[in-house]
């Protein structure tokens, strides 16, 4: 091939993203989402001092409590005359998991683009024509 010829190649990258890739990241995607709601429903519920032997807040509470582990000691809560609860561990948790869910599904993102790379010729005719 004489380097005229070459120059009248081009790569070409098709980059494609597997449906198994993106059924992965919306599974992580809905998981995380429905930690963070029950997450959020907790914080709610502390904040505006719902009756913890309510069964709704109970059922709340223990759907919650093996999410809150790794975030319980972090930081103190702000207890007010009323009852009510800031707890910031419980905003922490949201956070880290929104953070993780996010690289998670980013990094399956990235990652799982398969390309191919092709080489086209472009006619002699199309390029006299362009000049």
């Known amino acids: 091939m004489t380097p005229s010829e070459q120059s009248n190649e081009r790569v070409v990258v ?4 597997s449906s198994g890739n993106r059924a992965i990241t919306g599974i992580i995607s809905w998981i995380s989402g429905a ?10 519920l502390l904040l505006f001092g719902a009756n ?3 069964a709704f807040v109970d059922f709340i509470y223990r759907i919650a409590a093996p ?5 319980e000691a972090v930081f103190g809560v702000t207890e007010t005359r009323m ?3 800031f707890d910031w561990s419980t905003l922490l948790a949201i ?14 993102r990235n990652v799982g ?3 191919s ?9 199309e390029r006299e024509h362009i000049e």
Not at 67 to 71: E, G, R
Not at 96 to 106: I, M
Not at 117 to 125: C, F, M, N
Request: proline residues 4%; glycine residues 6%.
């Open 95 to 108: 956070l880290v998991y929104a953070v993780v869910a996010w690289g998670l599904t980013s990094l399956i």
């Open 14 to 17: 098709h980059k494609t993203r």
């Open 113 to 115: 683009y398969s390309s």
């Open 35 to 44: 930690i963070e709601v029950i997450l959020a429903f907790r914080f709610g």
């Open 67 to 71: 999410f809150m582990v790794p975030f």
């Open 83 to 85: 009852g009510s609860i």
């Open 52 to 54: 913890p032997e309510a």
């Open 117 to 125: 790379t092709t080489v086209e010729q472009v006619e002699k005719a």
